[in-house]
């Protein structure tokens, strides 16, 4: 019979003075040492073989050695289903690709951190289009505005600088936008606001961090909101105008997630953004229990206003919050719940119906995902992406769909309707896509695309997909 060694202190990692890391918000796990990353990918094999677990999620995978993972995502699809009863080719793991504390800049090692994960078909969140949507950061002042909660178009008070700093500050959010919803590829090649054409590498966040990082698709998780931090219609309702109704915040809410259905790559959502889940402003409900963290679906309530949220990781907002929480024109109503989650089911209905939403390799994106109102001349707060499949004039573009030869999506996030005219896209056969002619909505029932002069019309706060059917 053997016996099993735990040898004290190996499996942690420690600082100079030798004292226990706990960054990750416990103590931190060394997987640089050689049985701790045989214990990680030991325990994923157990995962998969005997509990048919078909994905696995890692938080945090940056604080994980670079090694670990590979050596992990090997094992893993070395699966087959004749002899471990699991195809392991079909297991996707991605994770929080953080860097920072004391693994920062590879300090223990290469490790999981989002630049070191490119080329390794390993997924990783990308903050870089949920903050440009939103606005600033989880740590950063509430109030800071994104291309999606008013910056420039419907200002909050908040001061971001002068109206030509915000526009800027709009129009550079619009560009880390599309490099997004193009799979967030890091040699994708963009017209930025300044006419400039960059890859997604050479485009950088506020903090100078490299916009686009990936080397295919399937590395990119697009997200606005988590379970960390607050929730979508939260966070919606701190940034944008304390005056403006609550229908409005549902469509900005519904845009948000629109982006994510629409984007190329894997679009992520937190449990109840299709009902307007609120948890009364909460930015770290995991110790908050049943009475923040509620998901009704009856649909009757969105927990919206059901208190200050707890102290601990709150009070220093509870100013902001208390007039909001206490006011009933932020609580939406069943019907704007129902509402939305009818735009939701109707987004992804739109995701699924053709493949160029879902294209799966990384020059699939780049021959065929173009963006249009870009450079100096742009319309602020419009995004306009053209997905193109075989048609006559382009017969070297393979033919993916079967309905579709082109696909136009406008996110039109201005409080106005807005009227375009795009001459590359003039004389086509475009039509509103037939679930949004069906939809509930009303006003993008609105929306109007004339072929003679490309011209396209959306209404206020909406996303419109044009779609060109086949002959």
Request: aromatic share 10%; proline share 5%; with cysteine.
């Amino acid at each position: 019979m053997g016996y099993l060694q735990i040898v004290p202190g190996y499996y942690v990692r420690r600082d100079t003075n030798g004292q226990i890391e706990n960054s990750a918000a416990m103590n931190n796990t060394a997987s640089e040492h050689f049985m701790v990353d045989r214990l990680i990918v030991d325990d994923l094999l157990n995962w998969a073989v005997n509990y048919k677990i078909d994905g696995f999620r890692f938080d945090l995978m940056g604080h994980i050695m670079k090694h670990t993972m590979m050596r992990a995502k090997s094992a893993l699809q070395s699966l087959t289903r004749d002899a471990h009863g699991v195809d392991g080719s079909k297991i996707y793991l991605y994770g929080e690709g953080w860097d920072f504390a004391e693994v920062a800049r590879n300090q223990r090692g290469i490790n999981g951190s989002q630049l070191n994960m490119s080329g390794t078909g390993i997924g990783s969140f990308n903050d870089r289009i949920r903050d440009a949507v939103n606005g600033g950061n989880p740590f950063g002042n509430p109030l800071q505005q994104g291309f999606n909660t008013g910056l420039f178009l419907e200002p909050n008070g908040f001061y971001q600088g002068n109206e030509a700093d915000t526009r800027r500050s709009l129009a550079t959010y619009a560009d880390q936008i599309q490099i997004g919803l193009a799979g967030n590829l890091r040699d994708y090649v963009l017209i930025t606001h300044t006419g400039e054409a960059k890859e997604g590498s050479e485009i950088h966040t506020f903090d100078g961090l490299p916009v686009g990082y990936t080397s295919s698709p399937i590395e990119i998780i697009n997200y606005v909101s988590a379970h960390d931090n607050e929730t979508l219609f939260d966070v919606i309702s701190v940034k944008t105008p304390m005056n403006l109704s609550v229908d409005e915040r549902c469509r900005i809410n519904h845009l948000a997630s629109s982006m994510m259905a629409l984007s190329q790559g894997i679009p992520f959502f937190h449990a109840g953004d299709e009902i307007l889940r609120s948890k009364s402003i909460d930015r770290d409900s995991y110790n908050s229990g049943d009475w923040f963290n509620k998901l009704d679906f009856t649909y009757e309530t969105n927990n919206w206003g059901v208190g200050l949220p707890p102290s601990e990781k709150n009070e220093d907002n509870w100013p902001l919050m208390k007039p909001r929480l206490e006011n009933p024109s932020f609580k939406p109503a069943k019907g704007h719940i129902l509402a939305s989650l009818d735009s939701f089911v109707d987004i992804l209905k739109i995701r699924y119906s053709s493949p160029l939403f879902r294209l799966s390799t990384a020059s699939d994106i780049k021959q065929r995902v173009r963006f249009h109102n870009t450079g100096p001349s742009s319309v602020p707060g419009v995004i306009v992406m053209g997905i193109e499949d075989a048609r006559d004039e382009k017969p070297e573009v393979a033919q993916l769909d079967a309905n579709f030869s082109y696909v136009v999506t406008v996110f039109n996030v201005c409080p106005h309707e807005v009227s375009m005219d795009i001459p590359a896209l003039a004389s086509m056969r475009l039509e509103l896509h037939p679930v949004q002619v069906n939809s509930s909505d009303a006003l993008v029932g609105k929306s109007v695309y004339e072929a003679a002069t490309g011209r396209f019309t959306v209404p206020r706060r909406t996303v419109s997909v044009f779609v060109e059917p086949r002959c």
